[in-house]
Nanobody, 126 residues
Framework: QVQLVESGGGLVQPGGSLRLSCAASGSIFYINDMGWYRQAPGKERELVATITRVGNTNYANSAKGRFTISRDNAENTVYLEMNSLKPEDTAVYFC????????????????????WGVGTLVTVSS
């Protein structure tokens, strides 16, 4: 079993900053991609940013220039540094990790299994 636990959400004023963390634990052999999605009230879940194991990143247009994704492979942790926050960034932020749980899966599967955290709420309001 694999668990992902997010932290760092909260209430922040417009223009402020937050740093989200997501730590993966459990039966993990190898983590490939990691990333963040968000879901605002009444809207569908949307991509925020992703990062490969070697550090290649991809950002939604809304996140470019304001958010930075990073990871610590030794700690199985992904981060999201969010600056210049806007009210429209208000959402529940979910992290995910593409996990291979054992060596056999790593050798035989074309991709790992995506595991998700339960989300952390970010509210941007004055």
């Amino acid at each position: 079993q694999v668990q992902l636990v997010e932290s760092g959400g909260g209430l922040v004023q417009p223009g402020g900053s937050l740093r989200l963390s997501c730590a993966a634990s459990g039966s993990i052999f190898y983590i490939n991609d990691m990333g963040w999605y968000r879901q605002a009230p009444g809207k569908e879940r949307e991509l925020v940013a992703t990062i490969t194991r070697v550090g290649n990143t991809n950002y939604a247009n809304s996140a470019k220039g304001r958010f930075t994704i990073s990871r610590d492979n030794a700690e199985n942790t992904v981060y999201l540094e969010m600056n210049s926050l806007k009210p429209e960034d208000t959402a529940v932020y979910f992290c995910y990790a593409e996990v291979f749980v054992n060596y056999n899966d790593f050798l035989t599967r074309s991709s790992g299994v995506d595991y998700w955290g339960v989300g952390t709420l970010v509210t941007v309001s004055s």
